[in-house]
């Protein structure tokens, strides 16, 4: 008489893929918009690895490491994780003086980043950011670039338009992804290895901007067609 034996099922673990570029683009960087909002969407390559731009990107106590119009941050809630509130005060120079902003996601998996902007002495209503960074598609191996993509949703002010809402917002980040450049390149020199947040909190930050600097002219001019100033 045979015996039965028992046969024991092999669990099969499914490794999940990391989202590429496309479908990271298609999941966080396209917006329902209501007709009263714009959004855009800027990019970035950056000659650093991603460990070093994304310790500069999800740096929320210290966005005035690369972001040149912030004079300081103030953390009023939190440490810098998600659902964490800052106040930065803005360089002289600008019509506006201090945002206060919250971290919505910090996704240190998938280099996910989002904030939205509660309150400050500007315009910008119901702006929201993604930011989310990655490593080249084309650099097999190698790691040496790295790709950033940010995109917003904002409210359309009053007497304005789709146009200058925008111009005014590709301005501001597309100044602050070319800093982000700069900073993270200079770092990949000087340093032998990926820098870590506390690390990259230690840093001094760039040199801010002077109040002559060419750029605040043109800040300033969309700002007044933003009817930000009145």
Partial sequence: MSSLIPVTKEKS?????????????????????????????LVQTIAAPLPVVWSAVRSFSNPQAYKQFIKSCTMLVGEG?????REVCLVTGLPAESSVERLEKLDDDLHVMIVSIIGGDHRLVNYRSTTTVHECEEEEGGGDKT???????????AG???EDTC??????IACNLRSLASVAEALKVKDSVPLTPTRWYSR?????????????STIWWNWKRLLLVL
Wanted: hydrophobic residues 30%.
């Fill in 160 to 162: 304005s338009c789709r």
């Fill in 204 to 216: 001094p930050a760039p040199r801010l901007l002077s109040d002559d600097h060419p750029l605040f």
């Fill in 147 to 157: 790709l950033v993509m940010e995109s917003y949703v904002v409210d359309i002010p």
């Fill in 13 to 41: 673990y499914q490794v999940q893929k990391k989202p590429n570029i496309q479908e990271m683009r298609s999941c966080y960087h396209t917006h329902q918009l209501s007709p009263n909002q714009c959004s855009s969407t």
């Fill in 167 to 172: 111009l005014f917002v590709d301005t501001i």
């Fill in 81 to 85: 994780e998600t659902g964490s509130i």
